[in-house]
């Protein structure tokens, strides 16, 4: 698996500008989010490359936790 399929279903990540990108195959979409009725890309893969619209590094725990999954390592139940 991927930190994709851990997080599916929660919406705590930050997003901070109204750009996304257009997927020309949407096979390589594999997150999006609402925005009113549009559904927007939020994250893609094509083989081991991924990228996302977010900001993990600002969304708190939710994207320690995401970015250790890419690393297959456990945060720490404690934050200094």
Known sequence: GTPFSREAGRNAFYFVHSFHAEVTNPEHRIATHRLGDAAITSAVRRDNV???QFHPERSA????EFLAGFLGAEVP????
Do not use: D, L
């Open 50 to 52: 991924f990228g996302v």
């Open 61 to 64: 725990e939710t994207g320690q």
């Open 77 to 80: 139940s404690e934050r200094v």
